[in-house]
């Protein structure tokens, strides 16, 4: 089966990196570009990030825009004190020799998929920002665009405040905004992806990788969180990619959901109504992750990408 061509926007962020990676590795996946947004750390970071994985990962041709640095509307907000004041944590790339490509990454992901109808999934990782924008400046490409799946929302409790997960709460219209597009959206959000986490019998999996995971798997995933033996942060990033290389990893439920814009305490919640009371659903909302196949996977593709450095 030809691997699913994919389109991802971020914000790394160390699980961007680490989904990014596992983009890399997977047979499944073929980057067509990368576009990156202000979110974890300034859009300078999270760009200079995407710059030095692609050329550290080993995929030279796969173009690289820069597009929003903080949120439509509001004033943007980070996670330095998560991922590391450069979005790494304690890993150190070598510096990108490759040039960004010009233009906005909006523009990018409006001309991929009006290139190829109904070919590109488009991924997002980060807060919606760039999504917003490409959706408003070009409704069409809800009809283009073959799965649109974000990491982001909850429908149980938030990470940046108790109702909010970060990427959502970093630009709640630009989320309004997406849901609203007339796509169903594939969210998978912080009830799945916390049940993702690396433990030490996984961080041990990466230390069998060489220079993959002593310089990048590991200082991000131990910069990221405590690891345990049986408690490890959560690589929320890398659900999304990996439901993208193998859908069956992820239950799911059709939902309505509505983003909260105005709550004084709730600002960026996802509404997800279960009961869409004859609405059509705007949305599939992830539920459950089978997590062995998901570390199999993840695994696997780390692997294929430790033996090409
Ligand atoms: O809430 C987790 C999400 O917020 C992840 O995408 C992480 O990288 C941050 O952007
Ligand atoms: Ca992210």
Not at 4 to 26: M, N, Y
Not at 61 to 86: D, K, L, N, Q, Y
Not at 144 to 172: H, Q, S, Y
Not at 272 to 295: C, H, M, S, Y
Request: glycine content about 10%; overall charge negative; some cysteine.
């Amino acid at each position: 089966m030809a691997p699913k061509k994919i389109v991802i926007d971020c914000d790394p962020g160390i699980d961007d990196a680490l989904a990014i990676t596992l983009a890399h590795g997977s047979p499944a996946l073929d980057i067509l570009g990368i576009t990156t947004v202000g979110g974890n750390v300034s859009l300078a970071h999270t760009t200079a990030n995407a710059l030095r994985l692609r050329e550290f990962l080993g995929f030279p041709g796969v173009p690289v825009t820069a597009g929003a640095a903080g949120a439509m509307v509001r004033s943007a907000i980070e996670a330095a004190h998560v991922h590391g004041e450069t979005g790494l944590g304690e890993a150190v790339l070598p510096e990108p020799t490759l040039p960004l490509a010009d233009g906005h990454a909006c523009d990018f992901i409006i001309d991929t998929l009006r290139a190829q109808p109904g070919e590109v999934s488009l991924v997002a990782i980060g807060p919606l920002t760039n999504i917003a924008l490409a959706v408003l400046k070009e409704p069409r490409i809800v009809d283009w665009v073959a799965e649109f799946t974000i990491l982001g929302g909850t429908f149980t409790r938030g990470n940046r405040t108790p109702a909010a997960e970060f990427n959502i709460a970093a630009d709640p219209e630009a989320a309004a905004v997406v849901f609203g597009a007339g796509w169903t959206v594939t969210q998978i959000g912080l009830d799945v992806s916390t049940t993702a986490q690396a433990t030490g019998p996984i961080v041990e999996r990466m230390r069998a990788l060489g220079r993959l995971g002593s310089e990048l798997l590991i200082p991000c995933a131990t910069f990221y969180g405590m690891v345990t033996a049986s408690e490890g942060p959560a690589i929320h990033d890398a659900c999304a990619l990996a439901y993208l290389a193998d859908p069956s990893l992820i239950e799911f439920r059709p939902a309505w959901v509505d983003v909260e814009t105005a709550g004084r305490f709730t600002s960026g919640m996802t509404v997800v109504d279960f009961e869409l009371q004859g609405r059509t659903p705007n949305a599939k909302v992830g539920t459950a992750i089978d997590v062995e196949r998901f570390w199999d996977l993840a695994m696997d593709a780390y692997g294929r990408v430790a033996a090409s450095l």
